[in-house]
Structures are given as structure tokens and as C-alpha cells.
């Protein structure tokens, strides 16, 4: 049976041990298994390259046994995704997926091993 990373979820707790305020770029965390919390899905922000929505989240790197508090994630697949998970914790691998033509990759969430579901619900539990 194939799970959809969208359909792994976890008890939610409280993040304790968080970062204050340190920012972490997806590119990043290429390669880490880590649970994404979205706190809001923010429709029509203004930036430097246009107007595009994004996901207000607490990103715990269970690779880096770190908590990264109020991120902004841009990546349109990662939003698609989470705007309708809000306050559901979703683990995957942050890595990127196959690029169209004319088109740079996609940063995506994969599915976890069961061994990384493992460490992420004892990081999890540890908060």
C-alpha cells in the first residue's frame, strides 16, 4: 500500500525546543526527513518575484534534530499540499521532484520509510 505523504499524520504537540527566529531554506534541508506543521495557508503575498500564495509552518528536522518556527514556504507543490493540512503535522523528504520543460525542479515532500516515521514520532514525542 502506497501512503501519500499528505496522509501521514501525527499527534499534534507542542514545539518546544525551537529555533528563535533562525530561517532555513528548503535547499537546505534537501535530503532530511522532517514533519511540516502549516499555522496558515497566506493566499496573494507580494514579493520581489510577483504576487504567489504560500504556508506559514513550524518545520522540525528530525534529521537535524531541530525546530525551525514561522517559515515561509513558497514551493508551489509543498503549499498546494499543506493549505488544506493546516495544524496537521505531514512528515516526508524534502527533495526535489522532475522538472517540466523550461522549468526548474520542484521542491517536493516524499513518502518516509516506516524507520523514518519511527525517529520522527520519537523526535516528536521528545518536544
Do not use: C
Not at 493546516?86 to 526548474?104: D, E, N, Q, R, Y
Request: proline share 2%; no cysteine.
Amino acid at each position: 500500500m502506497t501512503l501519500s505523504i499528505f496522509d501521514v499524520k501525527f499527534d499534534t504537540l507542542d514545539s518546544g525546543g525551537s529555533t528563535d527566529g533562525e530561517r532555513i531554506a528548503l535547499r537546505d534541508l534537501e535530503g532530511s526527513v522532517v514533519v511540516m506543521v502549516a499555522a496558515e495557508y497566506v493566499a496573494s503575498i507580494d514579493t520581489q518575484n510577483g504576487t504567489t500564495d504560500a504556508v506559514r509552518v513550524t518545520i522540525h528536522d528530525i534529521s537535524g534534530s531541530k525546530t525551525y518556527e514561522d517559515q515561509l514556504i513558497f514551493a508551489r507543490v509543498i503549499v498546494n499540499g499543506l493549505k488544506e493540512k493546516v495544524g496537521t503535522p505531514v512528515l516526508g523528504i524534502v527533495s526535489k521532484g522532475k522538472a517540466k520543460p523550461g522549468k526548474s525542479s520542484p521542491w517536493i515532500l516524499t513518502t518516509a520509510t516506516e524507520a523514518q516515521k519511527a525517529a520522527a514520532a520519537e523526535y516528536m514525542g521528545s518536544l
